[in-house]
């Protein structure tokens, strides 16, 4: 999606309503400075905003993202080009979310690691006990910390394929969390068809042809 297109487009429609950035942004219960981002083309307006936004400036959400008004005859096509643009935005989210997700997990063994070295070092010191537990609870508490924090990106970026069906779905994250797995593949069971077994994490929807 265009970026600066959208925000002259934006800018266009707010000046032909008499709206200053700041009477638009007060409509829409935002700063000023968000308004001015989006018709600088710095940034695109958030979904929960979307809709009102579209409705006070008298356009649909496709003439939105497509900067321009666009004819009846051309709607459902460019609807369809953006709902494709949409996927391909939040399949490069998933891909970087799973490469953080690494990075902060090896970061959070490192330190864990780190903090237990502190502890031994301490204890072959001949320091108080205390001086061996402290930093190993807090290593422990920060990595037990991380991990959940991992297995929540794990749950919400990208899907689970059934190993039964092929059905690819995004499961709970306490189903992620308690099943049995093997890197990020993991035995679940699939709500669709309701067989368990080893599902592996892709990152489309739908399978390519």
Known sequence: MDQAKIGKFIAEKRKEKDLTQFQLAEKLGITDRAVSKWERGLSLPDASVMLELCAILGITVSDLLSGEVISMEKYNEQMEKHLLEMVKEKEKSDKRMLTYEVVFTLISSFFFAAMLAVG????TMEKPLWTFFLPVGIGLVQFIVAVMF????EQV????ECGKCGHRYVPSYKSVNMAMHFG???YMKCPKCG????QKKVI???KEE
């Open 150 to 153: 991992a297995l929540r990106i």
């Open 204 to 206: 489309e929807k739908e």
């Open 195 to 198: 067989e368990k077994s080893w």
């Open 120 to 123: 031994i070092i301490f204890v």
């Open 184 to 186: 990020r593949t993991r």
């Open 157 to 160: 970026a990208g899907y689970y």
